[in-house]
């Protein structure tokens, strides 16, 4: 019996369970927000949730934590070293180096956040999907 376990199971195996929610939160903190099902929404809430109090942390145990809990790709843009200012694109002369998702989460998210407990995340309800009639939500940083 499960009793008192709160764990969105998603109908898979542990490992599959990890690798989505991981790369819908790397999905999120990339874009921002992401449309997808109701049931996957609200197992992303309180994980993106537990990775952004991480980043609030700011310190190298949190960065190494955290990375367990997202992929770690490139944002195609650049941050400047010395100010951590996000730039689009190079500019001759500066010190510049690629935004990840973990930099963008410790520098920009965090940022973001500093002054809040809690409630990161924001989840809207959409109509269901058109194929299957499966509850859709809308998912987003706050």
């Not at 145990?61 to 809990?69: D, G, V, W």
């Not at 939500?137 to 706050?142: E, G, M, N, R, V």
């Amino acid at each position: 019996m499960r009793h008192q376990i709160k764990k969105h199971k998603l109908s898979r195996a542990q490992d599959q369970r990890k690798a989505l929610l991981r790369s819908l939160a790397t999905q999120l903190f990339l874009h921002g927000e992401i449309k997808t099902t109701m049931a996957k929404a609200k197992a992303l809430k309180s994980y993106a949730d537990k990775v952004i109090s991480l980043a609030k942390k700011g310190d190298l145990n949190s960065r190494r934590i955290a990375l367990r809990y997202i992929y770690d790709i490139k944002t195609n843009r650049y941050m400047d070293v010395e100010t951590k200012a996000v730039v689009d694109e190079k500019v001759e002369g500066k010190k510049l180096m690629e935004e990840t998702i973990l930099r963008k989460l410790f520098t920009e998210i965090s940022n973001k956040y500093s002054n809040r407990n809690g409630g990161y995340t924001r989840i809207y309800r959409m109509p269901n999907r058109r194929g299957d009639n499966s509850e859709m939500a809308l998912i987003q940083l706050s």
